[in-house]
């Protein structure tokens, strides 16, 4: 039962460069900062890798952001891909705008499945996939993983995490929760964000990145969709969390509730 | 930064983009199917395998090495669930040209990602390096029956190469090689000799062997004329099955470093059924070889930076976060510690470390560079300008690398203090693996002879005439960056003086009095190995000069160049000028001293 399956992949910053404050608090310091795929998205794009190796498809991903974006687009395109779709938009977005976009997206691709990062590693909202099933009414899972270990030898053969039931209409999801694991099924279309422990994403080999040169990438221009572009959540000011002071020493109780009372103001 | 980061990406990226611009090759028809975003993608792929993979494993494959047992060797098993990740990155072929399997990716920006690889795990990458030289040698002059059988399954990875050429009696002295080649007449010659050090000679990666063998076809003349390629697999196809073609494994060699990597002994036809087919032609073994050697030697450069590279990242972590001691202006005994990166002394090392790993990846990527050009540049005289530079700059890159290399190594350890010696800690590991850069593939010593000897003195110094002209272009540019003027000026002199030094040398060698002309031939490399990276430093200095300038977000990283820049330059170069003195006055107390009088 072929599958289409469109995932998201976003441009973030590469975590391990030293990422630092502007010092006026409006945004980073860009200079000598790598950017990377999302690891998240890349999960989600290595999931809908292996699901089009055992039952056939396609996959399509997608993104939102400027004309660098199409280099995230290229990497999962060098992983296997098959082809892409750039929502061209600078400035700023929350999930809400994301969502929106992504629905229309949806509506236009009509693919089976939507797999994304559950959440991404800049600003960590985790917000985008749940929205996105809400406008489209669709099922949603989210935190996808699996039961074997990454070190199994199911994760050794590049087996699937997620599994398609016989008919191709329902989709067995074994989500992270608090304390374990749980297992649910959602009838497709759905939308499932997935997590760190489903798979070890493969890298994009020098002939896939060859060949993904040749792969269609598709542009379109957000402010063609329809969406009202105004973001309802606005990023005011970054900062760095305050340095921890270092501790100190008491002498007695009394000197201890004096610091409590008149310095931390906490009794 | 979760683990050691193997190299400075913002020095690599510094080098392929703002030094030697290699997004301008994709100008070039034979790079036409790249841009900067190929590069960079496989740049990260080979980022993240190289962190990700090959160095977590590093320790444990060092700690356990491969095993003879049966008369097979077995590798540690981390290297069998690495191998196949290293061959599917598409590293083997990845510069050869697409009708063989290739991707047509520039050397330069090729070597950058295997600096990362090998940074990650030296013994792991070897195998397919090998396998790429072996593989090019088929390429070249194999004919198309080798290609179609081994050439095209070793640009897959699907078999391994190896280059089998040294004997117990014939290591550096090729010439006295002594396995025989008897013709036959199904076309194919039988084979009989022993072969050692050969590394990659046996193992349990891949299916199959071949060995790039050098041997004498009976008759042959003697010395180094004499000479046949023959290419030699472990397993020979024989009617659409692979059948042991008599290549024994007889012994295993205990290594200090590269101890994933083995090297064995190899016994070729005990059973006088050991099949060859020569590659090429017959006598020309040693002129085919070269053209691997030669390429060898540069991936031998890239092992010693990558080598010194991420045991400089590593002391350089540790001298961040290793609080000992008190600054010398205020000893107060109740202020807390400082980490050690506070102290001048340590900072001199980790300078040292940096000026020579940061010069080094400039010269590696440079000759890559150069060897781009000297291939595919558009104009003829554009590719004989490159092809003497590269021709020059070989024993350099071969040997830089290796020398200082292992004494920014020895700071490594040095900066670890009593950790740094004991086998707790890391970089005594790289110190030992990256001993073995100054002696294989040529040592030292013959570098210094093949530099001096040939390289600088052929076609009347036109590589050298070609090498001045680069340290004047980047003189005039440092000048117009505003750097300070004394370094321009000291590296055109050292430029001038190993050119003047170079003919009074030749002229002695054209006397007759080789041995003269000769005997200071490692401190004639040591010295252009000097001149050359001081030139690179400049151009670097230069870059970094303007990038002050105009870019206040990277004042740090703009500035930790200028401050290795002016270390070379100045305390280092000044060297040039006593090695050049020996050179010229002929110091001979190793010329005149006996075997008896030690």
Not at chain 2, 113 to 119: C, E, G, P, S
Not at chain 2, 319 to 340: E, H, K, M
Not at chain 2, 530 to 540: E, F, G
Request: with cysteine; charged share 25%.
């Amino acid at each position: 039962m072929p599958l289409k399956i469109l995932v998201t992949v976003k441009r973030v910053e590469d975590p391990e460069s030293k990422i630092k404050v502007k010092p006026d608090g409006t945004g980073i310091v860009t200079d000598g900062v790598n950017y990377k795929m999302n690891p998240f998205d890349e999960i989600g794009v290595e999931e809908a890798l292996r699901l089009k190796e055992k039952h056939g498809g396609e996959v399509v991903v997608a993104s939102i952001g400027g004309d660098k974006s199409i280099t995230e687009i290229r990497s999962a395109l060098a992983m296997g891909a098959d082809r892409g779709v750039l929502l061209k938009h600078e400035g700023a977005l929350d999930p809400l705008l994301v969502s929106a976009l992504f629905q229309k997206l949806t509506e236009q691709e009509k693919p089976d499945l939507v797999l994304l990062g559950k959440q991404s590693i800049d600003d960590d909202q985790n917000q985008t996939g749940q929205i996105l099933a809400e406008r489209l009414a669709w099922a949603q899972a989210t935190f996808a993983s699996k039961k074997e270990s990454l070190e199994s030898e199911a994760e050794q053969k590049k087996q699937p995490g997620l599994v398609l039931s016989a008919d191709g209409k329902k989709m067995q999801v074994v989500r992270e929760v608090d304390g374990g694991v749980e297992t649910l099924e959602v009838s497709l279309p759905a939308v499932v964000t997935v997590d760190l422990r489903l798979n070890k994403p493969r890298f994009a080999s020098l002939p896939g990145i060859m060949k993904a040169k040749k792969k269609e990438v598709k542009e379109i221009a957000t402010a063609s969709l329809g969406v009202e572009l105004q973001p309802k959540v606005v990023v005011k000011k970054l900062f760095e969390p305050p340095k921890r002071a270092g501790g100190a020493k008491v002498a007695d109780v009394p000197e201890l509730w004096k610091k409590l009372h008149e310095e931390a103001k906490v009794v | 930064m979760a683990g050691n980061p193997l190299l400075s990406d913002r020095d690599v990226d510094f080098v392929l983009h703002d030094l030697l611009d290699v997004g301008s090759l994709c100008r070039l028809p034979h790079f036409r199917d790249h841009s900067r975003e190929t590069f960079e993608l496989y740049l990260r792929s080979a980022r993240r395998l190289a962190r990700e993979v090959l160095y977590p494993s590093y320790r444990a494959v060092d700690e356990a090495p491969a095993r003879l047992q049966g008369g097979a060797v077995t590798v540690h098993p981390a290297l069998r669930e690495i191998y196949p990740q290293l061959v599917a990155l598409g590293t083997i072929a990845a510069p050869r040209p697409a009708e063989v399997g290739g991707q047509q990716l520039p050397h330069v920006v090729a070597a950058a990602a295997d600096l990362y690889l090998m940074a990650g795990n030296l013994s792991a990458t070897s195998f397919l390096g090998l396998t790429a030289g072996a593989g090019h040698l088929l390429e070249s002059f194999g004919t198309e029956e080798l290609r179609r059988t081994y050439m095209a399954r070793m640009y897959s990875g699907e078999w391994s190469g190896t280059m089998a050429l040294t004997e117990p009696q014939a290591g550096s002295s090729l010439g006295d090689v002594r396995t025989r080649a008897r013709p036959t007449p199904a076309g194919h010659h039988l084979l009989d000799g022993a072969k050692i050090f050969i590394s990659g000679g046996d193992q349990d990666l891949t299916g199959n062997i071949v060995h790039l063998v050098l041997a004498r076809i009976e008759g042959a003349p003697p010395g180094v004329k004499g000479i046949s390629l023959f290419c030699v697999p472990k397993l020979r196809p024989e009617a659409g099955r692979l059948v042991p073609n008599d290549v024994k494994v007889s012994g295993l060699i205990h290594k200090i470093g590269w101890r994933g990597f083995p090297s064995v002994v190899l016994s070729l036809g005990e059973e006088g059924d050991c099949r060859g087919w020569l590659v090429g032609q017959a006598h020309q073994g040693l002129a085919h070889m070269f053209q691997m050697m030669n390429e060898a030697r540069i991936m031998v450069g890239c092992h010693g930076v990558a080598t010194a590279a991420v045991a400089y990242q590593e002391s350089l972590e540790y001298a961040r976060t290793r609080p000992q001691g008190r600054p010398l202006a205020s000893r107060d005994a109740t202020r807390p510690q400082v980490p050690i990166v506070a102290h001048a002394d340590v900072r001199r090392m980790l300078l040292r470390q940096k000026a020579i790993v940061e010069g080094g990846v400039a010269l590696v990527l440079t000759v890559a560079h150069q060897a781009d050009l000297a291939g595919h540049a558009e104009a003829p005289e554009a590719r004989a300008r490159a092809q003497r530079l590269l021709d020059l700059l070989t024993p350099v890159a071969k040997s830089f690398p290796a020398e200082w290399g292992f004494e920014s190594n020895a700071l490594a350890v040095q900066i670890h203090g009593g950790y740094g010696y004991s086998s707790e800690y890391l970089p005594e590991a790289w110190l030992r693996d990256q001993k073995l850069n100054s002696i294989h593939e040529g040592t030292t010593g013959i570098q210094g002879l093949d530099l001096l000897g040939r390289r600088a003195v052929a076609d009347q110094g036109a590589g050298l005439r070609t090498l001045l002209e680069e340290i004047g272009s980047a003189a005039a540019q440092a000048r117009q960056a505003g750097v300070d003027p004394a370094w321009p000026a000291a590296v055109e002199r050292a430029g001038a003086a190993l050119a003047e030094t170079t003919m009074a040398l030749a002229k002695k060698g054209l006397s007759g009095d080789a041995e003269g002309m000769l005997l200071h031939s490692t401190d004639y490399l040591r010295a252009a190995c000097i001149l050359v990276v001081s030139w690179l430093w400049l151009k670097q200095a230069a870059v970094a000069q303007a990038g002050l300038a105009r870019d206040a977000a990277s004042r740090p990283f703009h500035e930790g160049k200028l401050c290795a820049a002016q270390y070379f330059i100045c305390t280092e170069l000044p060297d040039l000028e006593r090695l050049l003195r020996l050179c010229r006055d002929g110091e001979d107390s190793y010329g005149r001293m006996r075997e008896e009088w030690f």
